[in-house]
């Protein structure tokens, strides 16, 4: 059974650093494109940074440049180092998992998630 378990979130001053961590199981890592979404309240959840299954990353338009996604396939663990965050960055991130490539944006083609974790981000 895949299991996705966040950690990583919690409060920072803006200007600030995150990483997040996803540590997986039950499933083999490169052969599944794996993904970091955010969800504010009251709206749908936004992808932000994924990593196919061929290694290629992609980035939303507004972290690019600030956030980078990586893994480490020998302790099947995704990142999201999050850097120079604001305020509007405040929300749940998720991690997620499919086992096809592409239309990684999309939340709704991924099949397991993890249980998220809280980003707060203060002025």
């Known amino acids: 059974q895949v299991q996705l378990v966040e950690s990583g979130g919690g409060s920072v001053q803006a200007g600030g650093s995150l990483r997040l961590s996803c540590a997986g199981s039950?499933?083999?890592?490169?052969?599944?494109?794996m993904g970091w979404f955010r969800q504010a309240p009251q709206k749908e959840r936004e992808g932000v940074a994924a990593?196919?299954?061929?290694?290629?990353?992609n980035y939303a338009d507004s972290v690019k440049g600030r956030f980078t996604i990586s893994q480490d396939s020998a302790k099947n663990t995704l990142y999201l180092q999050m850097n120079s965050l604001k305020p509007e960055h405040s929300t749940m991130y998720y991690c997620?998992?499919?086992?096809?490539?592409?239309?990684?944006?999309?939340?709704?083609?991924?099949?397991?998630w993890g249980q998220g974790t809280q980003v707060t981000v203060s002025s």
């Open positions: 990593i196919d299954i061929d290694g290629r990353t």
């Open positions: 997620a998992a499919k086992p096809r490539s592409g239309l990684w944006k999309r939340a709704r083609v991924y099949d397991y």
């Open positions: 039950g499933y083999t890592y490169n052969r599944y494109c």
